[in-house]
């Protein structure tokens, strides 16, 4: 079955770039979403179709994919920012497949 | 804005069938623009996603579930539905509800655009 390992957390401070990674095979040949899930509330989509923001997510939010890797990148990190990150990507066998999941500390 | 919510019950015997609705406000779940999802979360794991519907009543399912799952609409009440049987332990979640929006040339661009708040559903006896 395809897998979306991800780095299980990722320290940052305040105001510096935070990159959290998502690896898959031929991971560039998909398209990823980033999804943010802060403690006891529901996932928000951050990232579609690898590099595209929904409205009303701050621009500090961006997404890339590249051969094995993607990336969410966030710039200016804020206190407001901490929570769990997941990449997702659609397999042709499982249809949707989430990433293991990131917690981001901003300290 | 479309707005979800999930309701059904929050305890469920071992073997029994979770039965989960959700409530579709704001849009229209009779749109081929969309899929209709459930995701699941077990306490203090990662997401996993269970299935989705679309308005014609296409179904696919996570083969994880060996065929236990079934996902139906209610087009007239804009609603649909996941039924688990033979519950465990092990299905002790929280289960929510999702929009999928949909590429109708490719479908690796889909994505999960609007989720419902969540509901908390413990198996236990």
């Known amino acids: 079955s395809y897998e979306l390992p991800q780095a299980p957390s990722v320290s940052v401070s305040p105001g510096q770039t935070a990159n959290i990674a998502c690896s898959g095979d031929k991971l560039g040949d998909k398209y990823v979403s980033w999804y943010q899930q802060k403690a006891g509330l529901a996932p928000v989509l951050l990232i579609f179709q690898n590099n595209r923001r929904p409205s009303g997510i701050p621009e500090r939010f961006s997404g890339s994919n590249s051969g094995n890797t993607a990336t969410l990148t966030i710039s200016g990190t804020q206190p407001m920012d901490e929570a769990d990150y997941y990449c997702q990507a659609c397999d042709s066998s499982v249809s949707f497949v989430f990433g293991t999941g990131t917690k981001l500390t901003v300290l | 804005q479309v707005h979800l919510r999930e309701s059904g019950p929050g305890l469920v015997k071992p073997s029994e069938t979770l039965s989960l609705t959700c409530t579709v406000s704001?849009?229209?779940?009779?749109?081929?623009?969309?899929?209709w999802s459930w995701v699941r979360q077990a306490p203090g794991k990662g997401l996993l996603w269970v299935g989705y519907?679309?308005?014609?009543?296409?179904?696919s399912y996570n083969p994880s579930f060996r065929g236990r799952v079934i996902i139906s609409i209610d087009t007239s009440n804009n609603q649909f539905s996941l039924r688990l049987p033979s519950m465990t332990v092990a299905d002790s979640a929280v289960y929510y509800c999702?929009?999928?929006?949909?590429?109708?040339?490719?479908?690796?661009?889909?994505?999960?655009?609007?989720w419902g708040q969540g509901t908390l559903v413990t198996v236990s006896s």
């Open positions: 519907i679309s308005y014609t009543g296409y179904t």
């Open positions: 704001g849009g229209s779940v009779n749109s081929g623009a969309y899929y």
């Open positions: 999702a929009r999928i929006s949909r590429d109708s040339a490719n479908y690796y661009k889909n994505y999960l655009d609007s």
